[in-house]
């Protein structure tokens, strides 16, 4: 496998890893500077170039994309994808993790369990969103901050409403979310390689401090996932779009919260206090891969005119709740199922004889027409008719 490891920082202890694993296995491994790419759209097909010249063929990316570089880096691990070479973390994947705000967005609809979060702009709306997340401490966090910075503790309601009113003042987007006070100091990082978690460990912050981030002086040990802790970190780095990724959860008292997911993990601290081969189980997942990839299909089956891939939501009303799949009409219609959703259960390509209950999301592929008419029309509130004004028509100023 041909692989270049997309970073700007080449003797970092990860990226010095990732490149030694690779070489150790008979790979060729090179590290690329993110921003000596130009992108090429040129000629007939996406091709890039590096440092002013052609880039030679790859079988793999490895992206390695920092904060300050987003847009530029994700626009090239997209260059890569259109010109078919796989990456583990699509750029789709790295966006969704990079902003924790989208993030959110993106877990919560998938019934991930988090710690309460509230997003606001005006400062009126502050308060009522503090006493959402459960009042008073509450953490404050920057939407694209790291390693512990640009995460505030407000102890106190008004504490909060100065330091939020203060980063709006510079243009600072915030997160306001409940403090989980029974993990106070303390987190897990489980390290999510393709369906599994390679290896975990808890950081422990140091004295008072409540940010366990190594780099803030937290200390780490290894740590056996229980089951449930396993299956948070997994699902939450699936649904980013993510298929290496740093998942830190939170230990509440009803099981994991999930608190991030980070798109280019550390390795460092996770292989020195597992002692595992954190970067070798990356490359042996990449290798696996690269002879049959994974693929984005949404981007793949919406070619076709008039055809798409769309969520259909099954209502308590549905003509269609407890008849089975292949009685559903669905095929007759030209719509194929590709995976249905129950709960936190996924059925992929599920089979004619399920039984279709209320609230089941599916996943299909089909004629746009045909499953666009299968969306009831959101109900609206009925409207008082009001008394007609003294005054129907204002007078015009003079």
């Not at 920082?9 to 150790?24: C, D, V």
């Not at 798409?308 to 007759?332: C, H, M, P, Q, T």
């Amino acid at each position: 496998m041909k692989l270049a490891i997309l970073s700007r920082a080449p003797q970092s202890y990860s990226t010095q890893r990732l490149k030694a694993a690779g070489l150790q296995r008979g790979h060729q491994v090179k590290v690329l500077n993110t921003l000596r790419f130009a992108i090429d759209l040129s000629g007939p097909e996406p091709d890039l170039q590096y440092r002013g010249r052609l880039l030679s063929d790859y079988d793999a990316i490895l992206p390695r994309i920092g904060n300050s570089i987003t847009y530029f880096g994700t626009a090239v691990v997209r260059q890569f994808e259109q010109m078919d070479v796989y990456t583990p973390n699509t750029a789709n994947g790295i966006t969704n993790a990079r902003d924790k705000l989208r993030a959110s967005q993106i877990l919560s609809r998938h019934d991930i369990a988090m710690p309460a979060t509230a997003f606001v702009h005006s400062r009126a709306d502050v308060r009522l969103a503090i006493e959402r997340v459960g009042g008073a401490p509450v953490v404050i966090k920057l939407l694209e901050g790291t390693q512990g910075i640009g995460v505030i503790l407000a102890p106190e309601v008004k504490v909060a409403e100065a330091i939020i009113e203060t980063l709006h003042s510079t243009k600072q987007n915030v997160l306001i979310q409940s403090f989980i006070s029974e993990s106070r100091g303390r987190d897990i990082r489980a390290l999510v390689v393709g369906d599994r978690v390679v290896a975990a460990m808890r950081r422990v912050a140091s004295g008072d401090e409540f940010r366990s981030n190594v780099h803030r002086g937290g200390t780490v040990e290894p740590v056996e996932l229980a089951p449930e802790y396993h299956r948070a970190a997994v699902r939450a780095a699936q649904i980013m779009g993510l298929r290496v990724a740093g998942v830190d959860m939170l230990e509440g008292n009803d099981g994991p919260l999930i608190m991030e997911v980070n798109s280019s993990p550390g390795l460092e601290g996770i292989e020195r206090a597992t002692n595992l081969d954190v970067a070798g189980a990356i490359i042996d997942y990449i290798s696996d891969q690269v002879g049959f990839p994974e693929i984005d299909v949404r981007q793949r089956l919406s070619v076709s005119t008039g055809y798409g891939v769309a969520e259909i939501i099954v209502y308590s009303n549905a003509d269609f709740v407890g008849k089975r799949l292949a009685d559903s009409g669905l095929g007759e219609r030209d719509i194929t199922v590709l995976t249905l959703h129950r709960g936190a259960t996924v059925m992929p390509n599920p089979k004619g004889d399920l039984v279709l209950e209320d609230s089941d999301r599916l996943l299909c592929f089909g004629k746009l027409d045909e499953m666009r008419s299968m969306v009831p029309e959101r109900r609206r509130r009925r409207t008082k008719v009001r008394k007609l004004p003294t005054e129907p028509i204002p007078a015009a100023e003079v």
